[in-house]
């Protein structure tokens, strides 16, 4: 879909939630000469909280890398480094079928360090 940034943000977050929450979605602006990639943000409370900066999950080793990993995906996608993103992806998507590194965003138990430990044992040896 293509649509304005707060249209996009609310569809974006809508979908997020239905899939398990804002550490699993990435998220992507294109403009014509730049492009961000990022995770997806929830809604803005007061007005001066326009995006989620995860204070709340700040140094607790319980943060959920995926969306941010699956970001960096796209990124090196638009880049045309497909064969890098997909190796990334691949690793990602893989680790997210062990349970015990499951964050606790998506009921799981696991930690940030375990998760991306599960990652790396998902990429291929060079």
């Known amino acids: 879909m293509v649509m304005p940034n707060l249209y996009g943000n609310i569809i ?13 979605v990435p998220g992507a602006n294109y403009g014509h ?10 809604p803005p409370l007061p007005p001066q909280a326009t995006r989620n900066t995860g204070k709340s999950i700040a140094n607790r080793n319980i943060a959920n890398p995926t969306a941010t990993l699956l970001a960096a995906c796209m990124m090196l996608d638009h880049l045309r480094l497909h064969n890098h993103a997909s190796t990334i992806r691949q690793a990602v998507l893989a680790s997210l079928d062990d349970p015990r590194t499951h964050t ?19 990429l291929p040896r060079a």
Do not use: K, R, W
């Open 12 to 24: 974006n977050n809508v979908c997020a939630g239905l899939v398990g929450g804002p550490g699993l």
């Open 33 to 42: 000469d730049y492009a961000v990639f990022e995770t997806v943000v929830t």
């Open 104 to 122: 606790p965003d998506i009921g799981g138990q696991g930690t940030t360090s375990g998760a991306i430990q599960s990652i790396i044992s998902h």
